[in-house]
């Protein structure tokens, strides 16, 4: 299990709680203003990390939503919220063709990244020539070391075999 579809039962919640409420009512609001100054026309759009869908509700309707996130779970419970094409991938191996997506959406994923080279590569490489990126960058940084293996962003549960 990985620490995000442990996280899935609950991460929604953080959007009530401050400061993060507070901080997301502005981001989405800045993001629903750049949105209305797009003019995509059912182009094909990516959300990256989608986690609870707060992107998919802002994203235009008449997009051709694709949201993928590395957690099924988190997957399935966003599924309910929005018509979208969800896929369970890493965002550093994406699994679509170069030039894919006309807008490209990754919203508080970049601080997550263990490697920030590869995921901007992957990004750069779907996004079409004339596409857009909408993209936040957290400077603040809470890194808890996994108890098991040492690593500052393992991502994963440990289980005793």
């Known amino acids: ?23 997301l009512k502005r981001e989405i609001r ?5 949105m209305a100054k797009c ?11 989608t986690g609870p869908g707060t992107m998919l509700e802002v994203l235009p309707a008449d997009a051709k939503v694709v949201a993928i996130d590395r957690s099924l779970k ?6 309910l919220r929005r018509a979208a094409c969800f896929v369970a991938a890493d965002s550093t191996h994406l699994p679509f ?8 959406s990754a919203v508080g994923v970049f601080e997550y990244q263990k490697n920030s080279q590869a995921f901007l590569r992957e990004l750069h490489r779907v996004i079409m ?19 098991t293996c040492g690593d500052t962003a393992c991502g994963w549960l440990h289980t005793n075999e």
């Open 30 to 34: 800045n993001i629903e203003d750049l």
């Open 74 to 79: 988190m997957l399935n419970k966003v599924a």
């Open 1 to 23: 299990m990985t620490l995000w579809d442990w996280k899935s039962t609950f991460y929604h919640y953080r959007q009530t709680v401050f400061p993060f409420s507070l901080i």
């Open 129 to 147: 020539a004339s596409g857009m990126l909408l993209f936040t960058y957290s400077q603040i940084s809470f890194s808890i070391t996994c108890a």
């Open 39 to 49: 003019n995509l026309n059912g182009a094909p759009v990516l959300d990256v990390a």
């Open 97 to 104: 063709k170069a030039n894919s997506f006309k807008l490209i």
